[in-house]
T-cell receptor, first 113, second 114 residues
Framework: DGGITQSPKYLFRKEGQNVTLSCEQN?????MYWYRQDPGQGLRLIYY???????QKGDIAEGYSVSREKKESFPLTVTSAQKNPTAFYLC????????????FGDGTRLSIL | QKEVEQDPGPLSVPEGAIVSLNCTYS??????FMWYRQYSRKGPELLMY????GNKEDGRFTAQVDKSSKYISLFIRDSQPSDSATYLC??????????????FGSGTQLTVLP
């Protein structure tokens, strides 16, 4: 089945620690996105990537980093600089430059220990 | 003012009711409109998307767009308990040569009571 796989489903971070969230897609989509979802605030864009080895900051990139070494993978690192990391993180992908919307994985819930 | 405002809810209706979910937006350059359904602890699932004013129907769901009023709605007919979820509107621009970016509403939590 084609889709977007996010792992782990739940993740705990200690103070001062970096953690990496995985996102893999087998939809052959060019574009990939990371969103953060907080209660009552909708989804906010962290980073997005249109092609391999290229990515752009979204609205709330501070304290996060990404890489896009392969078309199917777009991992997100939550660094120790992100002071309020507790949230639900969603990865999405889409066909670029086509009339197709974004499709989402099932998310990773990150909490502070 | 937020670019996209969504009726916050929560909304509770009896089974079989017609549900109306609504969003307004401020940027007249927005060109495409989507509705996502999100069950608890899951990712959003695309329900409907459209690029034009008017109505688009898919089974029990109808998406309505009024670009002149900058207003979009999702209607659910014959609502079922399985429709209980959070509904997100998403509105976006189509920029040539760049990945589309969506602006999401904050979501409306719907509960359909059996």
């Amino acid at each position: 089945d084609g889709g977007i796989t996010q792992s782990p489903k739940y993740l705990f971070r200690k103070e001062g620690q970096n953690v990496t969230l995985s996102c893999e897609q087998n939809l052959n989509h060019d574009a990939m996105y990371w969103y953060r979802q907080d209660p009552g605030q909708g989804l906010r864009l962290i980073y997005y990537s249109q092609i391999v080895n290229d990515f752009q900051k979204g609205d709330i990139a501070e304290g996060y980093s990404v890489s896009r070494e392969k078309k199917e993978s777009f991992p997100l690192t939550v660094t120790s600089a992100q002071k309020n990391p507790t949230a639900f993180y969603l990865c999405a992908s889409s066909i670029q430059d086509r009339n197709q919307p974004q499709h989402f994985g099932d998310g990773t819930r990150l909490s502070i220990l | 003012q937020k670019e996209v405002e969504q009726d916050p809810g929560p909304l509770s209706v009896p089974e079989g009711a017609i549900v109306s979910l609504n969003c307004t937006y401020s940027n007249s350059a927005f060109q495409y409109f989507m509705w996502y359904r999100q069950y608890s602890r899951k990712g959003p699932e695309l329900l409907m998307y459209t690029y034009s004013s008017g109505n688009k129907e898919d089974g029990r769901f109808t998406a309505q767009v009024d670009k002149s009023s900058k207003y979009i709605s999702l209607f659910i007919r014959d609502s079922q308990p399985s429709d209980s979820a959070t509904y997100l509107c998403a509105i976006g621009l189509i920029s040539s040569g760049s990945a589309r970016q969506l602006t999401f509403g904050s979501g409306t939590q719907l509960t359909v009571l059996p």
